[in-house]
């Protein structure tokens, strides 16, 4: 998931007060970013060498089984190199993202002077706390560090050890169960090579200066509250009110691409997993159930803040649309989908199925 970024026309830079001639001087310090979001990382589960060894050793295993049936699952990636994946702790996915980010937001210059660091600070910080909640990811947009190739799956071993122990589940199924949705991201991307430079396209827009003063930012959200027009719960209806037009149709189609993505993910994992992980049902109702499980209010107001309520949306829409449009016309049909940005449905198609295959099909 991506944080929201914001934009400070007034940034000190060089700590001397001037105000910035460019957007660099508000780049964020990414070097700060990683170094303090793993000093602030909580410690994970209590497990020996020999437990950490050996899950590592099969969350490896696992991701390279899983290619095999979801290449078949998605008729996607046939014929591509399998790639290992990155096994990491907390400290090692917070430097990984940290490494990423600038290559997704194009913040090819280091953080400079006072805005920098306060914005790396921040950034350490949200990734301290995203760091015990990922299970894996994968990050188009960064080499990997032992072939070079661009692309790179990452696992967190002591996030899914900590899961797999408060579900009690099987480890071994639950391990390839992660692996299924994960494997499934990279062969989305490396069958897809378009997907990452649409994200990372969108992404910019999103981030950018609109070169609005504050004057017309507070205008469009009185003119917006005035006329009545429907808007998103949380901090989706937050983002309707706050981005350019240009800003929040970039927005839009970041969501619907991240519905899209995570959707396709969890269908996959439902349809490979019965052959395959032979818990899948056990594990996919105590994982939902988890999902969806009452917090502390401090919980839900970070997890508003950041967004992962709306990523858990994207979970449940995505996959109710991929559901219902393979269930049609079949896998082969659907899959129409990854062929452009105007094969990509819109917000409203991913409520209504019948309009992406009216439209595309």
Request: with cysteine; glycine share 10%; proline share 6%.
């Amino acid at each position: 998931m991506t944080a929201p970024q914001t934009h400070d026309e007034s940034v000190v830079e060089d700590g001397v007060g001037e105000a910035a001639d460019d957007h660099r001087a508000a780049n964020i310090d990414w070097g700060l970013a990683a170094s303090l979001g793993g000093r602030l990382a909580r410690p994970g589960p209590r497990v020996t060498r020999y437990t950490m060894d050996q899950a590592r050793a099969e969350l490896a295993e696992a991701a390279v089984r899983a290619e095999a049936p979801v290449r078949e699952v998605t008729g996607l990636a046939d014929g591509l190199r399998v790639p290992a994946a990155r096994v990491l702790d907390r400290a090692g996915w917070i430097s990984a993202a940290a490494s990423s980010m600038p290559a997704m937001l194009g913040d090819h210059e280091p953080g400079r002077g006072l805005a920098g660091k306060v914005a790396g600070a921040q950034a350490g910080g949200l990734l301290a706390f995203l760091s015990s909640a990922i299970l894996g990811q994968y990050d188009p947009f960064s080499p990997d560090p032992d072939t070079g190739e661009e692309g790179v799956l990452m696992l967190v071993a002591p996030n899914i050890i900590a899961v797999e122990r408060q579900l009690r589940v099987s480890p071994s199924d639950f391990r390839l169960w992660v692996c299924l949705h994960e494997v499934t991201h990279r062969v989305q991307f490396s069958a897809n090579p378009w997907l990452a430079g649409y994200m990372r396209d969108n992404v910019g827009v999103l981030t950018g200066d609109a070169g609005e003063s504050m004057a017309e930012v507070a205008g469009r959200i009185t003119e917006t509250l005035r006329s009545g027009r429907p808007r998103e719960k949380g901090v989706l209806g937050l983002m309707q009110l706050i981005q350019s037009p240009d800003q929040h149709d970039a927005f839009e189609r970041v969501m619907v691409l991240g519905t899209l993505l995570e959707g396709h993910a969890d269908h996959v994992m439902d349809a490979v997993g019965p052959a395959h992980v032979p818990t899948v049902a056990a594990i996919r109702e105590a994982f939902d159930a988890r999902r969806t499980r009452p917090q502390n209010p401090l919980q839900r107001l970070i997890r508003a803040l950041i967004g992962m309520d709306a990523k858990l949306a994207q979970y449940i829409r995505g996959k109710a649309f991929v559901d219902a449009v393979v269930g049609e016309v079949g896998m082969a049909a659907f899959n129409t989908v990854w062929t452009s940005p105007d094969t990509m449905p819109t917000m409203a198609e991913i409520g209504e199925p019948q309009k992406w295959i009216a439209r595309v099909l």
